[in-house]
């Protein structure tokens, strides 16, 4: 069974702070996708990482994928309040349309 | 821009009722998906759909669940005889392509009483 561990899970932080937030998963996998959620609102994609290496930049928001470690990152640069949400990292495990497999989510909370 | 729709977005029902929950995919997307979200948890898939059939679904989509897609244009997913363990937002989700982002309906809240 996959297995998707997000760390933080909670993560309260101040403007003008960097942080990371990490993804890790348990199956060879190389197709991983970031989404954010705001309060009661839907899912949305924020970045596909689709190959060992990739790296995709967003604004304040960047990601990456290392398949080898099996691990993707979500690093935020200077944090503004507007940043603040849910944070889900999401693995496709097979080639076909299968579902994704989410992560537990990181609560983030930028202070002024 | 194309987005996914759902209808309704809160369905309060009565446990042992049946109810159905409705989407209206992106218009060119060929793989569809029911994915819910108890409150505070994370968001769990529940059903894949592609060309006409399942392609895959969860232990969590045994036979109390139905998908279809009865027109062309919508999918439902049918709850039958909901339990109070049903309550959660439900998301359809459409892709275009495999290997793709799927994009996501805005939910709807189902509550069980």
């Known amino acids: 069974e996959l297995k998707v561990e997000q760390n933080p899970l909670f993560l309260s932080m101040q403007e003008g702070k960097n942080y990371t937030i990490y993804c890790n998963y348990s199956?060879?996998?190389?197709?991983l996708y970031w989404y954010r959620q705001d309060p009661g609102k839907s899912l949305e994609s924020l970045f596909v990482?689709?190959?060992?290496?990739a790296v995709k930049q967003e604004g304040r928001l960047m990601a990456s994928l290392d398949t080898k470690a099996r691990l993707s990152t979500l690093h935020i640069t200077a944090a503004v309040h507007d940043l603040s949400a849910t944070y889900f990292c999401?693995?496709?495990?097979?080639?076909?349309?299968?579902?994704?497999?989410f992560g537990k989510g990181t609560h983030l909370i930028i202070q002024p | 821009e194309p987005e996914v729709t759902q209808t309704p977005s809160h369905q309060v029902t009565q446990m042992g009722q049946e109810v159905i929950l409705r989407c209206v995919p992106i218009?060119?997307?060929?793989?569809f998906y029911w994915y819910r979200q108890i409150l505070g948890q994370k968001v769990e898939f529940l059903v894949s759909?592609?060309?006409?059939?399942?392609?895959?679904k969860s232990e969590i989509f045994d036979d109390q669940f139905s998908v279809e897609r009865p027109d062309g244009s919508n999918f439902t997913l049918k709850i039958r005889s909901t339990k109070l363990e049903d309550s959660a937002m439900y998301f359809c989700?459409?892709?275009?392509?495999?290997?793709?982002?799927?994009?996501f309906g805005q939910g709807t809240r189902l509550t069980v009483v």
């Open positions: 990482l689709l190959s060992n290496g």
């Open positions: 999401a693995v496709d495990e097979g080639g076909g349309a299968d579902g994704l497999t």
């Open positions: 759909f592609y060309n006409n059939e399942i392609s895959e």
């Open positions: 218009s060119n997307h060929l793989y």
């Open positions: 989700a459409s892709g275009g392509q495999l290997n793709t982002e799927a994009f």
């Open positions: 199956t060879t996998s190389d197709r």
